[in-house]
């Protein structure tokens, strides 16, 4: 793959300016990338143009930072939590594989190929929690090497590299190859006759990542132009770091956008700034805080179309706004937009403007602009990624006090409709009632009541949900259970006759004053109206009707330790239910008598397909799993 003319000119420029290499080298160096792929700082490398310490040297200086030699790399043992914190996706991207992690100051130390990815500090800060990034300089070659060797365990990794730092080349055609004894003396030539002396004549007293980097002096370089280059490069790595640390601290998004906005006047002269989102957000702030600000429609639509944003010196002759309404009106002279960009594609725009002077903002203004602007959508997705995730997790903490965590994830994942406004519904409700709460309770210290009540309802809370029912509410000492809603299932009544024998069972191991606690236990089947009751302040997804009020009613009659369920429950839950018949009784707010079942066992789990339906010429009546009830 050919280098970008970018990267081109960020590797050509700083070497050409310290008198390492002159343009015939360059673009001998170019030719070979050109002819046999990859990039150029390789090609010199792998030519001998140059050597890997003065290489390094010049990218050390350039960036304010210590360089590391692949013979060095090759000898790291990395952590392998450490490279799994960061994980291989972040070190191919931001071209960059981690070293070292000081857990007490937060910082994390990381070896980076030149030129270093813009996102590299922003990237690392989120992903690792980072306080401080130190990244010291390599050839492009040798951390994709230690990439290689430390992720994918690729022995072989840096036994493709050259001695002189290069990576591995592709293959060339014979016709085309230099081999490096004639790059050695075309190089020397070169030098000799039209360069100044090279900065270092050895490459074997470079320091490791413990030493000092040997700087090399820019204001002693002759090409003014470039020693401008570099310096404006070096600051944009700078500015955007500081930019990163005002703005990487606010959590909150409205805040993070307000403090983007606010470091922006700091940073370049505009008089006006916005950031305008493809969702339809606007925020917007003026450096003296007297003007409104509002990104023109012709910038947008250019800016949110580019590569790398726009820039104007004057918007009000500029032909791209073909004298655009909201820039005639604002009177903007000066003004700059760049896309942001998030991991899904394009989200917005960053703008900034000056009203009072044309150019305002000059060409390498725009670049600062687009990595600042790389940076904000970054800090912008996360922090929307993360109001997204709090609002589950309220969301999911709300649901779970009605419903049970299966329900839950049903809900959150689209795939139930749960109608919180209410809905017609057949449920089977179990009510479960302790039994002596009151005179047990009466000799107790109020902690231990609250203990035990907790112990018995957990243990209540467990069985339901084993069931697949909801727990729908506590009441006193009494718990009130539902299956058939929010999510019906075949089998629902099945599974309540299961949990009420199961709950009688896990309470009676509960002990209290050394006696033995003990619950009577209702459940029937029928419609009821399901859904969230309550007010603003409080709601709660349950059941009313009828049906709720037959199965309290049941709970209220159960003697200890005996599960009451009716017939209507019974045919729904298939064959296997041994129960013995009761009398016929009247219950408070039922104006027909009815018989209640005392629950014994219930078989294993049927088969979906054999499970009982109603018999509407028989209704009332259980089956042939029921005997009567002995006296």
């Given at each position: ?161 050259t001695a002189n730092g290069a990576g ?127 990104v023109p429609k012709a910038v947008y ?285 009247i219950l408070k707010g039922l104006d ?40």
């Amino acid at each position: 793959m050919n280098a970008s003319p970018e990267s081109d000119s960020v590797i050509a420029n700083p070497l050409r300016a310290s008198g390492l290499i002159d343009s015939a080298a360059l673009d001998r160096a170019r030719a070979y990338a050109k002819d046999h792929g990859g990039l150029l700082s390789d090609a010199l490398l792998r030519m001998n143009l140059v050597k890997e310490g003065d290489f390094l040297r010049i990218f050390a200086e350039l960036y304010s930072t210590r360089f590391v030699k692949s013979d060095k790399l090759k000898t790291l043992k990395l952590d392998e939590t450490l490279l799994e914190r960061v994980g291989v996706r972040s070190a191919e991207r931001l071209r960059m594989c981690p070293i070292r992690w000081d857990s007490k100051a937060e910082e994390l130390h990381v070896v980076a190929a030149i030129p270093l990815s813009s996102n590299l500090d922003a990237e690392l800060r989120q992903t690792v929690g980072a306080k401080t990034i130190t990244v010291y300089v390599a050839t492009a070659g040798s951390v994709a090497a230690l990439i290689r060797s430390s992720y994918y365990r690729d022995e072989s990794a840096f036994a493709q590299m050259t001695a002189n730092g290069a990576g591995p080349g592709m293959p060339s055609k014979a016709n085309e190859t230099m081999d490096e004894e004639s790059a050695r003396e075309q190089t020397h030539s070169s030098m000799s006759a039209t360069s100044p002396r090279p900065l270092h004549d050895h490459d074997d007293d470079e320091p490791s990542t413990e030493g000092k980097t040997v700087m090399v002096n820019i204001n002693a370089l002759a090409d003014t132009t470039t020693i401008a280059t570099l310096r404006r490069e070096n600051a944009r790595y700078r500015i955007a770091q500081e930019f990163h640390r005002r703005v990487t601290l606010e959590r909150n998004l409205e805040a993070m956008v307000d403090r983007i906005l606010s470091v922006l006047f700091e940073l370049m002269p505009a008089e006006g700034a916005a950031i305008w989102l493809t969702t339809g957000q606007f925020a917007a702030k003026s450096k003296d805080g007297s003007k409104q600000v509002q990104v023109p429609k012709a910038v947008y639509e250019q800016a949110i179309n580019s590569e790398k944003g726009v820039l104007t010196h004057n918007a009000l002759v500029d032909e791209r706004f073909d004298r655009s309404a909201s820039v005639m009106v604002r009177g903007i002279q000066s003004c700059m937009a760049v896309p942001l960009r998030t991991r899904n594609g394009v989200v917005g725009v960053l703008y900034v403007e000056s009203i009072s002077m044309s150019a305002a903002f000059s060409d390498d203004d725009l670049p600062l602009l687009d990595s600042i602007g790389s940076q904000a959508a970054i800090l912008l997705d996360n922090a929307a990624l993360l109001a997204k995730v709090r609002q589950e997790v309220e969301r999911r903490a709300q649901l779970s006090r009605f419903l049970s965590s299966a329900a839950v994830d049903e809900v959150l994942s689209g795939r139930l409709n749960l109608k919180m406004e209410g809905a017609a519904a057949e449920v089977t409700v179990l009510f479960a009632d302790l039994r002596g709460f009151t005179t047990l309770s009466a000799a107790m210290k109020p902690e231990e009541v609250v203990r035990f009540l907790n112990e018995f309802f957990q243990e209540a809370v467990d069985t339901i949900e084993k069931h697949h029912g909801t727990v729908d509410k506590f009441i006193g000492d009494c718990v009130m259970a539902l299956w058939g809603a929010p999510l019906p299932k075949e089998g629902d009544a099945r599974n309540a006759c299961r949990a009420a024998i199961e709950l009688v069972e896990r309470a009676s191991r509960i002990t209290v004053g050394g006696q033995r606690l003990e619950v009577g236990v209702g459940v029937h089947t029928g419609p009821a109206v399901v859904g969230a009751l309550g007010s603003k302040q409080r709601m709660d997804y349950t059941a009313i009707g009828s049906t709720v009020n037959l199965s309290a009613r049941l709970c209220g009659i159960a003697r200890e330790n005996e599960v009451l369920v009716t017939s209507d429950t019974l045919m729904r839950a298939g064959p296997g239910v041994i129960t013995e018949a009761g009398e016929a009784v009247i219950l408070k707010g039922l104006d027909t008598p009815i018989v209640p079942y005392t629950l014994r066992t219930v078989s294993q789990p049927l088969q979906l397909s054999h499970v009982s339906k109603p018999n509407a010429t028989q209704p009332g009546v259980p089956g042939p799993f029921t005997r009567n009830r002995g006296k």
